[in-house]
């Protein structure tokens, strides 16, 4: 199976914060990448696909980057609805995985 | 719309069997992967399996293969997940999930909670 590492584990920022995550995959995925939105209580929330491309109805402030092992999420400024745990998939192979998650804390 | 309607939560002794499900509306159900994921309490995500209704072709994580069986009947736009034997460890959130591109999860259900304790 392909590992995927998401890092940090945790990270506290404040309103208007330019915020990053960074996901690393245990081998070449190309762009096979996607990235996942959770609040508590909620299911997740596609907010990129194939590492760079913005889902639907998703606000422009999300962005995604990378190929090959090495990928990242960017908010661009941080809105009092963004704090959540965010995850990184690969479908590149199955079985697919996803990371561990990254959870966002208001500082 | 596009929406994904699952059962109501569900409370077993270990050693009972469960099927719950997961009925898609507002699409064509046969030209789309449905996906199972797993969510134990406070932990991450989890992919188990996914099934393409319109010809059955299922994908299993080894993690969970023998373990659990998916399946769909296309005749009512539905997929199943099912135990013959539940363990507390199954005690999770499943979520099912719509595949807009194989495991790229476009729409997903509300979830449903198993519970599973003696």
């Known amino acids: 199976d392909i590992q995927m590492t998401q890092s940090p584990s945790s990270l506290s920022a404040s309103v208007g914060d330019r915020v990053t995550i960074t996901c690393r995959a245990s081998?070449?995925?190309?762009?096979?990448l996607n990235w996942y939105q959770q609040k508590p209580g909620k299911a997740p929330k596609l907010l990129i696909y194939?590492?760079?491309s913005l889902q639907s109805g998703v606000p422009s402030r999300f962005s995604g980057s990378g190929s090959g092992t090495d990928f990242t999420l960017t908010i661009s400024s941080l809105q009092p609805e963004d704090f959540a745990t965010y995850y990184c998939?690969?479908?590149?192979?199955?079985?697919?995985?996803f990371g561990q998650g990254t959870r966002l804390e208001i500082k | 719309e596009v929406q994904l309607v699952q059962s109501g939560a569900e409370v077993k002794k270990p050693g009972e069997s469960l099927k719950i499900s997961c009925k898609g509306s507002?699409?064509?159900?046969?030209?789309?992967?449905i996906g199972w994921v797993r969510q134990m309490p406070g932990k991450g995500l989890e992919w188990m399996g996914i099934?393409?209704?319109?010809?059955?072709?299922?994908r299993y994580s080894p993690s969970f293969q023998g373990q659990v069986t998916i399946s769909a009947d296309k005749s009512i736009s539905t997929a199943y997940l099912q135990w013959s034997s539940l363990k507390a460890s199954d005690t999770a959130m499943y979520y099912c999930?719509?595949?807009?591109?194989?495991?790229?999860?476009?729409?997903w259900g509300q979830g449903t909670l198993v519970t599973v304790s003696s």
């Open positions: 999930a719509r595949g807009g591109g194989s495991s790229t999860f476009d729409y």
């Open positions: 507002g699409y064509s159900f046969t030209s789309y992967w």
């Open positions: 099934i393409y209704p319109g010809d059955s072709d299922t």
């Open positions: 081998q070449s995925i190309s762009s096979y």
């Open positions: 194939a590492a760079s």
């Open positions: 998939q690969q479908s590149y192979s199955t079985p697919s995985t």
